[in-house]
């Protein structure tokens, strides 16, 4: 038992120290290691493969609406990147140059992407002629630099791995509805899949992507009460259009500038999953999301047939289920110890007595409940049981969020509430920067979004100046 | 019809000029166009699908025999390059280097990766400590960057998207027996799903990968006899180890270096596809690989009923099959072309006469057979019309192989068969660079590998040198 105490307690308490049980997590569930470059990780097996089944299923959902992979160079001209004034003020300052292939210096530097708008803009400038060209979607997957100065595994680093989707629509209306859509399918995936609810909404101006009209986000409440965006939608409307004169001749043969959105998410999603379900064991992971669902451990599996009945459970199991068996030379405890830290929602445990009864013991990850199984309703029982786990798991979520949200009408309100009470604070505001930076100065506080629809007066003047105020804010301290 | 013979006129005949035709099919079947950046491509939708199709069967190929998915940094420290000094001196020259992060000038140059064995053995360097943590099968999918003077499109850009795998074995045996093993993975999917068969075998010293002891390859035959390198896997023995310091406890609990491994394919299967099987029509897709399988063309779409049983027999192909319909207002001629030069493996025209009687009409891309088919039988039918055409299209690539290969007894053999002969020259080379040097310098022929198990000896003397020879070479002209 030392040995498995000693694996056990390697993970801090959230209550003790949220920040190192995240690192703790993050390095014993060996997702991620830290790399010879300054603020770039190393994606281990672990984690990559919570990233291929994240890209797998929001890609079938993509292309379900018509969505198309490209792949574009990873390299920006200076030039290319300056055409468009907000945009590269908001990214030249954190973005790697190259300036020297082999052992000439280039006439002209080149950026690693920090975003590809200005590259799918230069595509659209030359492929679009016509309303018959458009919509055009196109995303891809792919890496992406911005050099940042600290760094926190999945959260920030200075390349991260994301999908970046940018489309050029014939009219205003049309490029607002996919914008408002895009926001949709990640919240969707992230509450079926993820089991994260999000609060949805739009960015104020201070907040917005560089260059966008509008942005959109969802936002995510961890288990410390921040928030973490977690997707971005952005409606450019015909701003980059004009900058690159992406122009089509509509059906009355008049020239016309394209409307354009681009949307993303990251491997931020992966901090998310952690920071919402982990608890003091480690990872733990919804069904849906887990490379292996189903670890089989077997009991004294030195015993005649233990061994046998066990790897013809995973065979079974591995019908409908991602299983993987442990008959390693450890011990069931420390092997328990393992799958409890890296989150594998459930272990099936089989000893020579289960067998004789026929049965096995089925362990839930998030509530350590075990469930006696007949070995011959293994596959249905199991698909319930996931099924079960992954509800309670977006319940629990929910019911989180729901409890971490408070209201504030003024500012005594609003100040005690940053100071006491961890989570969102909604409150109203009257539209300008000046009483956003002066929240954030005193209470480290930012605005999350103004979410759709929630068009509620919860009180009549701006939370901080007491102007009148008609805009509902979700307000956070984020990652 | 105007606009039909456009369109197929548009791709230059093989026979007339190979090159140009090659540029053509990539064009008019937008799968790839030229980007702002020298040398970089843009992947358009139709070129990156064959892409993701060739990831998803050859990533389920290796997971199967255990592989396991990272993602490492896509910079690599100039310090932690120049570790193995054969491999500095093979890729120092081509590389990108980045030299300024933000505003600032960063303290050491880095570069990014042309290919990551410095990464990964840094990593091993790090988890590998005790003969329990072997062997360490990683491989990543991403994109390198070489800084190339000349390109074209899918054979040679300065950047690509391929996967390279990384091994770390306990053994000198199980390191050769694993480089071994993923060449004929590469080589079995070649076969099997892209239907390119393949010459297997060893590099010479002179064409071997920068540090590796040795390298294998698969070679393929284009259909202007010129040879295409399409994968390779290399044995580095304990070189990259002792320059990492990569060392293991092994059971007796002395101290040993790790063996390692690294093979790679790259989008250049793409080009292969190209240039094995199209024709003067354009690109000709087999079946496994293709994005589209089979496009659905109604007649007289105008016609009452006429585009409701295509938009059935869609949905019913849907079931077993990657399946589109064109239902556009272009003319049906104009469909056909687009299909052809788009290479989907077979079309499915359907007009009210068709209906009437029940069946389609099924047309196979790659000989132009028109197959009348049941609409009652459709999905059974179609499945034995793709395997067929699958077969068939290996069938004449092993055939066209076959046929182009030529033995060389003596050099004036050799330069007549380089000359006159386009494809394969078997020869035997008596092992000195200095003769591959020659018949380089005289013929532009290379030595492309020496195969596996092929002792035969055809003749007793190097063919450039005359001295004594036993080992069996394939040459030819190298793309």
Redesign the interface.
Known sequence: MAKEKKLVEAVTSMEEDFTQWYTDVVKKAELM?Y???KG??????NG??I??NIQKQMDARFKAIGV??????????ES?LDKEKDHVEGF????????????ETLPE??C?RPTSET?FC??YA??VQSYRDLPKV?NQW??V?R?EKTTRPFLRS??F?WQEGHTAHATAEEAEEWTVRMLNVYADFCEEVLAIPMVKGRKTDKEKFAGAMATYSIEALMHDGKALQSGTSHNFGDGFARAFEIQYTDKENRLQYVHQTSWGVSTRLIGAIIMVHGDDSGLVLPPRIAPVQVMVIPIQQQKEGVLDQALKVRDTLAEAFRVKIDDSAKTPGWKFAEQEIRGIPVRVELGPKDIEKGECVVVRRDTREKIVVPLSELNTRMAEILETMQADMLGRAKAFLASHISDAHDYAEFRQAAAEKPGFIRAMWCGEEACELKIKEDTTVTSRCMPFGDQEQIAQTCVCCGKPAHKLVYWGKAY
Chains 1, 2 share one sequence.
């Open positions: 290691d790399s010879s470059i770039c990780m190393i994606f281990k097996p990559y493969a990233w291929e198309e992979n490209v792949y574009m160079p990873m390299f920006i001209p290319l030249a300052p954190e973005v790697a140059w190259v300036t020297q292939g082999g052992a530097r080149l690693v590259l230069d595509l030359n492929i196109y792919c890496s630099v050099w200075s390349e791995l």
